[in-house]
């Protein structure tokens, strides 16, 4: 059975978007169990749920994935990434900004920690290092089945349980 969206979590995410930029719902690649919000200026109420991202420990601190966000923050550094490509070919544009995906590359964490250096940002904790951890955040999801040409091996097992035929090529 699929998971189902935590509503407690998700709630509580909303509710730290009156302190923080962002909070993270999916972590793929997610943080480890460690830096969780202790008591502090925002309280103990997020204390165990979720982690604030560091941008020198963390490789995403911005992410595509699931990630709420207060609005005009958001905007300006979607406007501050669009400015960068100014100029540019459309080939470029689309080479920086699709294939390079600048957002989630260096440049782009280099640049969300530019732009808001003192502000926080948060994720639900991955608890575990495998793919399909990704089914116990509170937005839950099916990950990659095919990374770089080869079926996982949860994916593997799941096409078994399921009655399909692999082909062992």
Not at 13 to 24: D, T
Not at 42 to 50: I, Q
Request: contains cysteine.
């Amino acid at each position: 059975m699929e998971g189902r969206p935590m509503e407690k979590e998700i709630a509580a995410a909303f509710e730290a978007l009156e302190e923080v930029l962002s909070v993270r719902l999916m972590p793929c690649p997610g943080p480890k169990g460690t830096g969780l919000i202790s008591p502090g200026p925002m309280g103990d109420k997020f204390f165990n749920v979720f982690k604030v991202l560091d941008f020198t420990k963390d490789s995403l601190v911005f992410t595509y994935q699931a990630t709420i966000w207060k609005r005009t923050p958001y905007q300006i550094f979607m406007n501050t990434l669009l400015h960068k490509l100014e100029g540019k070919s459309q080939a470029e544009k689309n080479r920086i900004g699709i294939k390079v995906n600048i957002a989630e590359n260096a440049d782009g964490q280099r640049i969300l920690k530019e732009l808001f250096p003192d502000d926080l940002h948060l994720s639900v904790i991955r608890d575990y290092p495998h793919s399909n951890a990704v089914y116990l955040c509170p937005w839950p999801y099916r990950p990659t089945a095919v990374v770089q040409g080869v079926l996982e091996p949860w994916a593997v097992d799941l096409a078994k349980r399921e009655g399909f035929l692999l082909n062992p090529r």
